[in-house]
């Protein structure tokens, strides 16, 4: 029966010349990532490895360089990593400064952020509180740059540190000038004390000579449908 429904409705599809095809995120990427030749991947606050196991399972096999500084969640993508010789991980955090710092970590572990939460973040997402503090280092990109060799090859840069994203820029004048696109976490209202919001961060990769081309929604209000973060995707001009 769904089989005889989707060839009906695509038939009225095609007499319109539109063709109707399953809409696939993992899709998404390896068209995006053959499209602007992507060939190395640096994935700034990976957490438990989310992003990098969804970007290997939509195909791409590239060079990836994994950052955690949590001990629980660079333990878990340790593991996951191991095997895969094109995946390096780090267990250190990337910001504007190299330096020894505390992160405050969350329960659920993806809320976990150098800077200090908002109430109103707790409000929608009390699972988000932080539960203890643990110290971690940090680096710049720019300080990596010849390590990684951040001046070659098509890189895609995807950032999601809690409202850290400015610093994680900020440290990175020299790198953003070999970055060929860049994903980020961006808050339309603000979740974490001290970050900047999406106009702000828009502007300075505006500056910088990227555009957005895409947009990904990300955390609402159940209640209300407000939305209160998305991921942009910023590609160089």
């Not at 994680?168 to 979740?191: C, D, F, M, R």
């Not at 910088?208 to 159940?222: A, E, N, S, T």
Request: glycine share 6%.
């Amino acid at each position: 029966m769904k089989t005889q429904l989707r060839n009906f409705v695509n038939t009225l599809f095609n007499l319109v010349g539109y063709n109707l095809v399953k809409y696939s995120p993992y899709q998404t990427y390896n068209m995006m990532f053959e499209y602007y030749k992507i060939n190395k991947v640096i994935d700034v606050g990976a957490n438990e490895g989310q992003f990098a196991k969804f970007i290997r399972k939509s195909g791409y096999k590239g060079e990836l360089h994994s950052f955690e500084p949590l001990t629980e969640a660079f333990e878990k993508i340790s593991a996951l990593s191991t095997g895969d010789k094109n995946w390096q991980v780090y267990n250190f955090a990337i910001g504007d400064v190299c330096e020894f710092a505390e992160i405050n970590v969350s329960e659920n572990s993806v809320s976990s952020s150098i800077l200090d939460m908002n109430a109103s973040h707790l409000d929608f997402a009390p699972q988000s509180r932080y539960t203890k503090k643990q110290k971690i280092e940090i680096k710049t990109l720019d300080s990596l740059s010849d390590v990684l060799k951040l001046n070659e090859g098509n890189i895609f840069l995807k950032i999601d540190t809690q409202g850290f994203e400015k610093n994680v820029l900020l440290g990175a004048p020299n790198t953003l000038k070999h970055i060929n696109t860049i994903q980020l976490e961006l808050s339309l209202v603000p979740l974490y004390n001290g970050e900047e919001l999406y106009y702000e961060i828009s502007k300075y990769l505006y500056e910088k000579g990227f555009r957005l081309v895409k947009m990904i929604p990300g955390i609402f209000d159940k209640a209300s449908r407000e939305t209160f973060q998305f991921d942009g995707i910023f590609h160089r001009n």
